[in-house]
C-alpha cells in the first residue's frame, strides 16, 4: 500500500521560508517520480513542481526560484524548500506519487493527507 506522509508545514510571515518533507512507503521510492502539489483556500489543485527519479525537476512559474524540489532515495523522503514565502502560498501541501519515473503530476496520483502552510503577519 503506497504511503505518503507530509511534515513541515505551519505558520510563517512573509518572506519566510519552510521545508516540507514527504516519507513514503509502501513501493519502490527511487523507481517514481514525485511532484507536489497544494490546495489554495476556495480553489482546486495546483501543481507546484516535479523531480524525476533521477532528479531532474519542474517548477510552476509562481515557485520557479523561490522553490526547490529534492529527493533522498535513501531515505525514501521528498522535500520541498519554499523561501520568500506570500500570503498566496497559504494552501494545503500534498506530495504525490507519479505513475512512472518522468516527472509528471496527473490528477488521479496517490496523494498524502497533506501539510498546512500559512503565510500571514
Known amino acids: 500500500e503506497v504511503q505518503l506522509v507530509e511534515s513541515g508545514g505551519g505558520l510563517v510571515q512573509p518572506g519566510g521560508s519552510l521545508r516540507l518533507s514527504c516519507v513514503a512507503s509502501?513501493?519502490?521510492?527511487?523507481?517514481?517520480?514525485m511532484s507536489w502539489v497544494r490546495q489554495v483556500p476556495r480553489k482546486g489543485i495546483e501543481w507546484v513542481s516535479s523531480?524525476?527519479?533521477?532528479?531532474?525537476?519542474l517548477y510552476a512559474d509562481f515557485v520557479r526560484g523561490r522553490g526547490t524540489i529534492s529527493r533522498d532515495n535513501a531515505k525514501n523522503t521528498l522535500y520541498l524548500q519554499l523561501n520568500d514565502l506570500r500570503t498566496e502560498d497559504t494552501a494545503i501541501y500534498y506530495c504525490?506519487?507519479?505513475?512512472?519515473?518522468?516527472?509528471?503530476?496527473?490528477?488521479?496520483?496517490?496523494r498524502g493527507q497533506g501539510t498546512q502552510v500559512t503565510v500571514s503577519s
Open positions: 504525490a506519487k507519479g505513475a512512472n519515473h518522468v516527472p509528471f503530476y496527473r490528477q488521479d496520483d496517490a
Open positions: 509502501g513501493f519502490n521510492f527511487s523507481a517514481y517520480g
Open positions: 523531480i524525476s527519479n533521477q532528479g531532474n525537476d
